[in-house]
């Protein structure tokens, strides 16, 4: 416990960095779920310098919502949404970031087209099978890592845009 509220006090990435060092000194290699939980300490880290208010993951969605005095320069962000096709924003405050897509901009192709049109243009069944109620839900096709690693890249990219204060 005390390992997990170190890292839940941490406030620099050095700081997370300098307790999994410390861990690995005294334990050895730590576990996938220790190496997870430091990764998250470097988001929340992160989002806390960036000025996100919360940060939420809705399936293949990661909805990042700014606090209202977040200073983050408005010409830049809009600049790095056009440059990312996995980045969405929504007016005040929330910019989605979109698992399932590439961040890099491409041109759109038949293939990729939006969630709404693809719903509806599916074929519709009728009703539910008890089968279908009680399967097991997919595998999460996104392992924690990747997730982290996408995090900590629009991270650091909006970093890069924060007003001086």
């Known amino acids: 416990l005390a390992a997990y509220r170190r890292l839940a006090s941490a406030r620099t990435p050095d700081e997370v960095d300098t307790f999994l060092a ?3 000194d005294r334990y050895g290699a730590p576990p996938s779920s220790v190496r997870n939980l430091a990764e998250y300490a470097h988001i929340r880290v992160m989002a ?3 000025g996100l208010e919360s940060l939420d993951r809705e399936a293949a ?3 990042l919502k700014f606090m209202p005095e977040a200073k983050l320069d408005p010409a830049w962000l809009f600049r790095l949404i056009q440059s990312r096709k996995d980045l969405t924003l929504l007016p005040p405050a929330v910019l989605r970031l979109n ?3 590439s961040g890099s901009k491409r041109e759109t192709r038949a293939s990729d087209e939006s969630w709404w049109t693809a719903r509806a243009t599916a074929d519709v069944e009728a009703g539910f099978t008890r089968e279908a109620i009680q399967a097991e839900t997919a595998h ?3 392992p924690a890592e990747r997730l982290f690693e996408r995090l900590r890249e629009v991270l650091t990219q909006l970093s890069q845009g924060l007003l001086p204060s």
């Open 48 to 50: 806390d310098h960036v």
């Open 99 to 101: 698992l399932g897509m």
């Open 140 to 142: 999460d096709a996104t």
């Open 61 to 63: 969605v990661v909805v």
């Open 22 to 24: 410390e861990l690995q």
